[in-house]
């Protein structure tokens, strides 16, 4: 079974500076995939990045990028110029990737991260 | 919005109770999800279904149950309800597994309260 773990209960930060929030997981398994999600107050599961374990390059989007570390187990999520809309709680997910390919899509979520940003 | 449509948007019942909590997936897709957020247990994977058939289950209790329709809507049955069954329950959608990344929408959530 995988476990992932979200060390950081509450973090802050002023508007327009960066922050990394942090996310390790526990998982026997080679190929999976990694995500993380952003839920603002309206309580919506947004997808924010996904990183395929099997690609060494960290995703980036936009203002967000990941910083995977496969040996280490860890997975931390970096928003740069944080904005006021960025304020939510943040999950990491993790996800096995079958053999063929298929994913069967049960996510493993961390126990969150509520990110406040404030101008 | 991601398509993926929930209803009802909440739900306040009594102990006891049986409910029912309806899914409609985004057009195409053919896998759905089912999750509970609460305060006690987080974020938690209940059940899959592919195409009307089971595919994954997670930590899914006996008094629940879920099945999918042939135009692919879903509905989870929660019955003898507990007050910890009050949760968030979202649902999600995928295309099917086919591709190597199956990614998934998830829906607003239903609010149960049960009192």
């Known amino acids: 079974a995988q476990t992932v773990t979200q060390s950081q209960p509450e973090m802050s930060v002023q508007e327009a500076e960066t922050v990394t929030l942090s996310c390790t997981y526990d998982?026997?398994?080679?190929?999976?995939?990694l995500f993380w999600y952003k839920q603002p107050p309206s309580r919506q599961m947004i997808l924010v990045i996904r990183q395929e374990a099997y690609k060494q390059q960290n995703a980036t989007e936009n203002r967000f990028s990941v910083n995977f570390q496969k040996a280490a187990k860890s997975f931390s999520l970096k928003i740069s110029d944080s904005q006021l809309g960025d304020t939510a709680m943040y999950f990491c997910a993790f996800m096995k990737r079958y053999a063929g390919g298929t994913s069967y899509g049960k996510l493993t979520f961390g126990q969150g991260t509520i990110l406040t940003v404030h101008p | 919005d991601s398509g993926v449509t929930q209803t009802p948007k909440h739900l306040i019942t009594a102990t006891g109770q049986r409910v029912t909590l309806r899914c409609s997936p985004r057009?195409?897709?053919?896998?759905v999800y089912w999750y509970q957020q609460s305060l006690d247990q987080g974020l938690q994977f209940l059940i899959q279904y592919y195409n009307g058939e089971e595919r994954a289950k997670g930590n899914i209790l006996e008094r629940f149950s879920a099945q999918q329709f042939p135009d692919l809507h879903s509905e989870l049955n929660l019955s003898s309800l507990e007050l910890g069954d009050s949760a968030l329950y979202f649902c999600?959608?995928?295309?099917?597994?086919?591709?190597?990344?199956?990614?998934?929408?998830f829906g607003p959530g239903t609010r149960l309260t049960v009192t």
């Open positions: 057009s195409g897709d053919l896998s």
């Open positions: 998982t026997s398994e080679s190929n999976y995939y």
């Open positions: 999600a959608s995928s295309e099917g597994g086919i591709s190597l990344l199956d990614e998934q929408y």
